[in-house]
């Protein structure tokens, strides 16, 4: 069981960088792939980045390569994702989201099921 928070959300104007975190309430992220998965407005959520368990590799979806880092702090139990040269499309909610299978999650990008992701971090980018 995981009680997933999500931090560090807010306004940003385009260009602008933000860093997301994720924690798992009372536990650690360790035994979990993480992903972020964006849902812009009126959208379903997405995929965007994703880091396994316990090698760390990373994936990321085309539209973020090269502007979205993701890592992982073992010692703290914590996931970030830092967000560079962001873009007005950019903008929505991001969910940190965990599960045991990384091809699942990191690959096949599929959005787990309640209870393996939070509530949320609402980011705005402005043009």
């Known amino acids: 069981q995981v009680q997933l928070v999500e931090s560090g959300g807010g306004f940003v104007q385009s260009g602008g960088s933000l860093r997301l975190s994720c924690t798992n309430s009372?536990?650690?992220?360790?035994?979990?792939?993480i992903g972020w998965f964006h849902r812009a407005p009126g959208k379903e959520p997405e995929g965007v980045s994703c880091?396994?368990?316990?090698?760390?590799?990373?994936y990321h979806a085309d539209s973020v390569k090269g502007r979205f880092t993701i890592s992982r702090d073992v010692a703290k139990g914590t996931v970030t994702l830092q967000m560079d040269s962001l873009k007005p499309e950019d903008t929505g909610v991001y969910y940190c989201?965990?599960?045991?299978?990384?091809?699942?999650?990191?690959?096949?990008?599929?959005?787990?099921?309640?209870?393996?992701w939070g509530q949320g971090a609402q980011v705005i980018v402005s043009s």
């Open positions: 880091i396994s368990t316990p090698d760390r590799n990373t």
């Open positions: 009372g536990s650690t992220l360790n035994d979990y792939a």
């Open positions: 989201a965990a599960h045991r299978e990384f091809f699942k999650l990191c690959v096949l990008w599929e959005f787990p099921e309640k209870n393996y």
